[in-house]
């Protein structure tokens, strides 16, 4: 069974950085198709914020594009999702999610990480 753990949030300033990790256990991570960040603001649904596929393809939402990076390292089994120029509505729990066979379904979750940027 598929298990990811999310780590890296905090609390930090607008204007700055951050990186969320989501280390994969379980399987190997070359096996999963797709993997995916997806955040929660109090309040509001889950939100999708960025996709990568199993070549490195990756795809970002409008809102954090430009921002955000999303990269999978599968050697360290690990996907990372860097996170330039926060702004405070970016504050939400951040969630990774691996789709095994790129069907659109996300079958494993973390517990999530909260980020909190300060004005």
């Known amino acids: 069974q598929v298990q990811l753990v999310e780590s890296g949030g905090g609390l930090v300033q607008a204007g700055g950085s951050l990186r969320l990790s989501c280390a994969v256990s379980?399987?190997?991570?070359?096996?999963?198709?797709?993997m995916a960040w997806y955040r929660q603001a109090p309040e509001k649904q889950r939100e999708w914020v960025a996709t990568?596929?199993?070549?490195?393809?990756?795809d970002i939402a409008e809102s954090v594009k430009g921002r955000f990076t999303f990269s999978r390292d599968n050697a360290k089994n690990m996907v990372y999702l860097q996170m330039d120029f926060l702004k405070p509505e970016d504050t939400a729990v951040y969630y990774c999610?691996?789709?095994?066979?790129?069907?659109?379904?996300?079958?494993?979750w973390g517990q999530g990480t909260q980020v909190f940027v300060s004005s």
């Open positions: 999610g691996a789709d095994l066979h790129g069907l659109g379904v996300y079958s494993s």
């Open positions: 379980g399987t190997s991570l070359d096996t999963i198709d797709t």
């Open positions: 990568i596929a199993p070549f490195g393809r990756t």
